[in-house]
């Protein structure tokens, strides 16, 4: 059975930082961070495809986030800097993609494991 273990989470300032950690127990080669805001579906927000080290982001974090995994693969990272009020969310990780499209990253069917989440709560 695939486990997968988000952290990370908390409550930050506007402006802040935090890093979200995943941890993950079989070394599948799509990788995901989604978020999902009370009464909204899940928002792809940063993917990373070891086969080839490519890495995607949704628009609205791009330049603020980063996605990465340590070197054993054994656990993904979220850098989130310049949070704003928008970023807060259930954030989860996603691993497994049934078929790897970079045009498709960001969709949730995509993916079949999930951790349970961890919360980010910024405030303004």
């Known amino acids: 059975q695939v486990h997968l273990m988000e952290s990370g989470g908390g409550s930050v300032q506007a402006g802040g930082s935090l890093r979200l950690s995943c941890d993950i127990s079989?070394?599948?080669?799509?990788r995901a961070w989604f978020r999902q805001i009370a009464g909204n579906e899940r928002e792809g927000v940063a993917a990373?495809?070891?086969?080839?080290?490519?890495?995607y982001y949704a628009e609205s974090v791009k330049g603020r986030f980063t996605i990465s995994q340590d070197n054993a693969n054994k656990t993904i990272f979220l850098q989130m800097n310049s949070l704003t009020s928008e970023d807060t969310g259930m954030y989860f990780c996603?691993?497994?993609?049934?078929?790897?499209?970079?045009?498709?990253?960001?969709?949730?069917?995509?993916?079949?494991?999930w951790g349970q989440g961890t919360q980010v709560t910024v405030s303004s």
């Open positions: 996603a691993l497994g993609c049934r078929e790897w499209s970079p045009y498709t990253w960001y969709q949730a069917t995509r993916y079949k494991y």
């Open positions: 079989d070394p599948y080669a799509c």
């Open positions: 990373i495809y070891t086969v080839s080290g490519n890495t």
